[in-house]
């Protein structure tokens, strides 16, 4: 679908916002800068590809990957006054983005063949493992580890994706319900403070 | 052999045991200790797979040792008392792990026709290379640069697995001296205290 | 060309050397020196292989690699009273490095048939990701990203080539242009303390 691929690059480019967001309170400089906007906007993307054995990755073969992180990285600098008052928009763009890279990521585990859990968990690596690649360059821990509940809309999304697909839904209608799924929950969980539950071994051994 | 496949999961079991008690250390939340858990397990394996182009890498071949990973988690919260007493019988498993881990991955190595030198390293990593990935995305340094004698025994096996097999003895003879081989140089050396010598240019100057 | 393999050692070799310097710093064992040494040197190369499908990476399919870093490694302990005096040397060594790496991994990016803007970012990828992965590895803020002119060259060297090369020029003359070229850049950068503006989003905001 068209309207897929530009949602793709949309949510490529807001990604990458954020990466710069990130590298310029790391105080890196302007190469920095583009290399954790690029990974936090293709990270995810490039280890499903890589892992699946879909090589050369993704943004390589399409290299309009790569000018719309250009352009991202070069607002980001020019309109960096009116980013940070856009914060709410840049929010709900995010929160697209993780949407459409869960069903893309997910769509391209299913065509090369993966089982069910496969293709669910390269959806979510597609929409997450970006943000972890960019904390690991940064030398910090992985913020989905344990703050945000990031990653728990792209599995429900994946599940979703996968009963709405074999019910017999159209693609249309199993893409755009999924979407609104994982956008309702992700929102819910941010408006709510919903938060995965700690893991915590040494409590029960009382 | 069916042994080797059935000692690899519990192998992957144990691995991924050990993940969920370091995420628990560092206080994630139940995703978090998932992924910790998945790439703690299968994380040298990936490596090692994408290293030879092996690819799609293993565990999405053979979704087993997802499920296994998986069972392994919930155990570790359900039964978290009784694996902290169980340390002992945990070290022994993971041992025995790191022995299976050396041997498929040198052999997978040398199934795609790597030189005898790579296919140690590819053993070596499919062993230790899991919790390199565990410490990198805990933000710790790897443990094994500077503390345990991990690898070495993983290199011994695979040097030794390699001589044996030329000699002509048969397969299940090579494969079972060789688990012996790391396990006894693994329980010495954390008997022994036995470690690898620091690396020091430093002193060497005056 | 020869050469240009022979360059191509010699600069695995330096970097696999300023990898046991930054193992030392940390005071890792002889394994974990390694392991860095070993990074250091083929990260850059590896990463770009995968990226781009070449599998297995280069290092599998020419061990010559491996054991030029066992090689540097051996020397650095045995010569390291003279390597820190040689500070200089290795600089210059280390120069040539990049040059070579950028070089080479731009010609194989172009070889699988990548377009130009990948191949440049493959030819610096080459040059400077196994830095990337040593101070990952190290638990440490990767020292590109903030202070020193190190990718730069290389991007222009990368841009150089591309152009050199399309201008009908015979090959030998294109290669020892643009390594002359990223020579000069860096040596320039080193000696001026050229360096990129940081990126800073917040100063804007004002």
Known sequence: MELLYVADLVGTFV?????????????FDVFGAFVIAFVTAIGGGTL??????????GWIQDVTYIFVIMVA??????????????SKTLFL??????????????????????????AVMMGTISAVFGGV??????????????????????????????ILDRSGLIQPAVIGITIAGIIIVRLL?????????LINLEKIRH
Chains 1, 2, 3 share one sequence.
């Open 48 to 57: 499903r590809d890589i892992l699946i054995g879909s090589l050369p990755v």
């Open 73 to 86: 990285c070069l607002c980001s600098v020019l309109f960096s006054r009116y980013i940070i008052n856009l």
């Open 133 to 162: 690649v960019r904390d690991v360059l940064c030398n910090e821990e992985p913020l989905i580890f344990r703050k945000e509940l990031y990653a728990t809309p792209c599995i429900f999304g994946g599940v979703l994706y996968l």
């Open 93 to 118: 763009f995010d929160t697209i983005g993780i949407a459409v890279f869960t069903i893309l990521g997910l769509q391209k585990a299913l065509d090369v063949g993966t089982p069910a859990v496969v």
């Open 189 to 197: 969980a941010v408006k709510r403070h919903w938060s995965l539950p």
């Open 15 to 27: 990604f990458a916002i954020s990466g710069v967001m990130v590298a310029s309170a790391k105080k």
